[in-house]
C-alpha cells in the first residue's frame, strides 16, 4: 500500500463533538443450535472527518455491527447516538432524513451494481426514495455529472453499464452512489478487497481524497491490516463479539496491548524502508477461533493464547490503559504486553 498517502484528520476536527457513539451494544441470534452471541457490550466513537477501522478475524461481529449502525439490525441492548439522536427512535419522515446521513459501500463491486442499471441510474438510484433531494430532471442530471467527475469517472460513462467497466470503475460508481445523498458516515464493508493490489490503492485515494475535500467520515471495515494502517485514525480491535483493544492507529500498530493484536500484526505482511520483509517474527496462535455459540470463560482469547493462565478462565479481564498519541490507548487483557512481544512465537510465555 505503498502508493497510498493519506492526510490524517485535522485536530480542530477531532476535538469537536463526536459524530457517533456506540455504548455497551449487544446483539445475539437465536438458531437450532441455541443463542449465538454476535455482540457483547460493545463500545465506540467516531469523530467527525474521522476513519475509524474495524479489524478482526471472520465472526467476530464486524458485520453485524455494521448492521446496526446502519439501522439494519436492532440490538438487544445498548445505546447507538448519531449526532446525538437515538436512530432506533425515529419514525416516518424523521427516519427518512437520517437515512439520508448514513450510506454504504460494498464488498463487491461485481455484486453491489444492478447489471440492467447505467452508470447515472444506479447513482441517483437514491434519489427514487429522497425525491426532495434532487427534485428535477436536470437537476439530477447535473448531480449525476458532478458525482461521475467527484470519483475519477467521465461524463461519457454516464450511458455504460457495468459490464462496461473495471472492477476499480464499479467501485467508483458505488462510492458515487453512496456520495448521492450527501451522506455524514459512510461504511466501508472491505471496499477494496474484491480489487487488484493497484487498483486498491487508487479506491483508498480516492476515499481518503473524499474525506478531506467533504468532511465525511468512514467506519472502515477490513482484514488488511495494511490497508487499514493507511486509511484509519483509530482502530477498534473485535474477538468473539467484544471489542478488546481500541486506540490510536500508530499506538494500536506499533504497540499492542492484547496479545491477540499482536498477532494479527505480526501476521500482516511488511516492509521496512530498504524493501525487504520485517524482521519481526509471526506470532502463531493455538486452534481455531472458539465457536459463539460456546464462548469460553474469562478471557475468551485464552484458548488461543500463549501467556494464559488459570487466572485467564476464571475472570473476565480489566481494561489495561496507557498514555496514547492523542488519547488512551486500552486494551482488555491480565497481562499486558510491551513492545518486545513483537518478537515472541506461540511458545514464548510472559
Not at 172 to 191: F, K, N, Q, S, T
Not at 197 to 222: C, K, M, P, T
Not at 288 to 300: L, N, T, Y
Not at 306 to 326: F, K, M, N, Y
Request: glycine content about 8%; aromatic content about 6%.
Amino acid at each position: 500500500m505503498s502508493e497510498t498517502t493519506v492526510e490524517r484528520t485535522p485536530e480542530a476536527v477531532r476535538g469537536a463533538a463526536p459524530l457517533l457513539e456506540v455504548t455497551g451494544v449487544r446483539k445475539s441470534f437465536r438458531s437450532g443450535r441455541g443463542r449465538l452471541t454476535a455482540l457483547d457490550g460493545v463500545d465506540l466513537r467516531l469523530g467527525r472527518g474521522e476513519t475509524l477501522g474495524l479489524v478482526g478475524e471472520s465472526g467476530c461481529g464486524k458485520s453485524t455491527l455494521a448492521r446496526v449502525l446502519l439501522r439494519l439490525e436492532r440490538p438487544d441492548a445498548g445505546t447507538v447516538r448519531f449526532d446525538g439522536t437515538d436512530p432506533f427512535a425515529l419514525r416516518g419522515k424523521a427516519l427518512l432524513a437520517w437515512r439520508r446521513r448514513v450510506q454504504m459501500v460494498f464488498q463487491d463491486p461485481f455484486a453491489s451494481l444492478n447489471a440492467r442499471m447505467t452508470a447515472a441510474d444506479l447513482i441517483g438510484e437514491p434519489w427514487r426514495t429522497h425525491r426532495d433531494v434532487q427534485p428535477t430532471a436536470q437537476a439530477r442530471q447535473r448531480r449525476v455529472r458532478e458525482l461521475l467527475d467527484l470519483v475519477g469517472l467521465r461524463e461519457s460513462d454516464a450511458h455504460r453499464y457495468p459490464n462496461e467497466f473495471s472492477g476499480g470503475q464499479r467501485q467508483r460508481i458505488g462510492i458515487a452512489r453512496a456520495l448521492a445523498l450527501e451522506p455524514d458516515l459512510i461504511v466501508c464493508d472491505e471496499p477494496v478487497s474484491a480489487l487488484d493490489l493497484s487498483v486498491q490503492a487508487q479506491v483508498l485515494n480516492l476515499l481518503s481524497d473524499l474525506r478531506q475535500r467533504l468532511g465525511v467520515s468512514y467506519v472502515f471495515i477490513s482484514h488488511d491490516l495494511s490497508v487499514v494502517r493507511h486509511v484509519a485514525d483509530r482502530v477498534t480491535v473485535m474477538y468473539l463479539g467484544k471489542v478488546i483493544e481500541h486506540g490510536r492507529t500508530e499506538d494500536v500498530f506499533d504497540r499492542p496491548l492484547h496479545p491477540y493484536t499482536a498477532a494479527l500484526m505480526s501476521a500482516a505482511p511488511t516492509l521496512d524502508a530498504s524493501g525487504a520483509a520485517g524482521e519481526d517474527r509471526e506470532i502463531a496462535l493455538r486452534g481455531e477461533i472458539p465457536s459463539p455459540f460456546d464462548i469460553p470463560s474469562g478471557c475468551r482469547f485464552r484458548t488461543r493464547c500463549w501467556q494464559a493462565t488459570e487466572l485467564c478462565a476464571e475472570q473476565a479481564p480489566p481494561a489495561a490503559s496507557r498514555p496514547g498519541v492523542d488519547e488512551p490507548h486500552e486494551g482488555l487483557c491480565h497481562f499486558p504486553l510491551d513492545a518486545a512481544v513483537r518478537g515472541l512465537t506461540s511458545g514464548g510465555r510472559r
